[in-house]
C-alpha cells in the first residue's frame, strides 16, 4: 500500500481545493511528489486544521530529527502547541531566534482498495506548516491559548471548567507557530488501476473511514446531580 504520495496521473483535488488564494508557495511548502494535489488555500488549510486537535511537531534536538505529536488549536493566522516547560523543545524556543519546526496534520477519509498492490492508496487531507516556533509568556495570551486548546478538543469545555492556578500554569507551556508557511494536500476519489488490471476478480473501490465518538462515561465519583452538559449532546466531529 502506498502512502499518501500517490502517483501522479491521480486526479486534481476537487475543484474547490485548488483555488490559491492564500498562502504563498516556496520550496518547503511545494512537495515534490503529487505536486497537482497541493493547495495554498487559506479556508481550505484553516478547515483542515480545525477539524483535528492532534498535531505532529518535528524539529532537530542534538542534531537528530525528532517529532512529538501533542494537542494545537488554531487561533486566526497563529497556531497555539501544548508542551511541558521541562521539555527540550519548549526551552530551545525560549533561545533567539526560536525554535524552527514542521507542524503536520493529517485526516483519513478512506482506504483505496485497488486491484493491484501497487495502486493502493488513502483518501486523506492534510496541512504542513513550517516556522519558528516562540514560547508564549505573557499571561494574558497564554491564558487565552489554554483556553483556546481546550475549547478546541470540545467547544464550550473552557468555560464548564476550573481554570489553571498560578502552579499549573507554571508547569504548562505554549508554543506559538504563526501561519506564515502553510500548505494543504488532498487526496479523493477511487482508485486508479492499469487499464490491464479492470478486468481481474479482485473488489476494487474505497472503504469510508470517519471518527466516532460514543456515549460519555461519567466518572465514578461524579457529583451527584451534575448534569451532561449540553456540548457533550450536541458534539459530533463529521471527520
Known amino acids: 500500500m502506498t502512502a499518501p504520495t500517490t502517483p501522479d496521473d491521480s486526479p486534481a483535488p476537487h475543484a474547490a481545493y485548488t483555488a490559491c488564494t492564500g498562502y504563498t508557495a516556496n520550496s518547503r511548502t511545494t512537495p515534490t511528489r503529487g505536486r497537482h494535489r497541493a493547495s495554498y488555500d487559506r479556508e481550505l488549510v484553516h478547515a483542515i486544521l480545525d477539524e483535528g486537535y492532534v498535531c505532529h511537531l518535528g524539529f532537530v534536538r542534538d542534531g537528530a530529527p525528532v517529532v512529538l505529536p501533542t494537542l494545537y488549536a488554531r487561533t486566526g493566522e497563529r497556531l497555539y502547541v501544548h508542551g511541558s516547560t ?24 478512506g482506504l483505496v482498495l485497488a486491484r493491484s498492490a501497487f495502486h493502493h492508496s488513502v483518501n486523506y487531507r492534510s496541512v504542513v506548516v513550517h516556522g519558528t516556533a516562540r514560547p508564549v509568556t505573557g499571561d494574558t495570551e497564554r491564558r487565552a491559548a489554554l483556553d483556546a486548546l481546550v475549547d478546541h ?39 486508479h488501476d492499469d487499464p490491464e488490471d479492470r478486468e481481474l476478480p479482485h473488489w476494487a473501490g474505497v472503504l469510508p473511514v470517519a471518527p466516532a465518538y460514543g456515549d460519555p462515561v461519567p466518572a465514578e465519583d461524579l457529583a451527584p446531580g451534575v448534569s451532561r452538559p449540553p456540548y457533550l449532546v450536541r458534539e459530533r466531529r463529521a471527520g
Open 153 to 191: 478538543v470540545l467547544p464550550g469545555r473552557a468555560a464548564d471548567c476550573r481554570p489553571a492556578d498560578a502552579r499549573e500554569l507554571a508547569a504548562t507551556a505554549v508554543l506559538a507557530l504563526d501561519l506564515a508557511e502553510a500548505s494543504a494536500k488532498v487526496r479523493e476519489g477511487g482508485p
Open 86 to 109: 521541562g521539555s527540550r523543545p519548549l526551552r530551545a524556543a525560549g533561545e533567539e531566534p526560536g525554535l524552527p519546526v514542521c507542524l503536520t496534520v493529517t485526516h483519513v477519509d
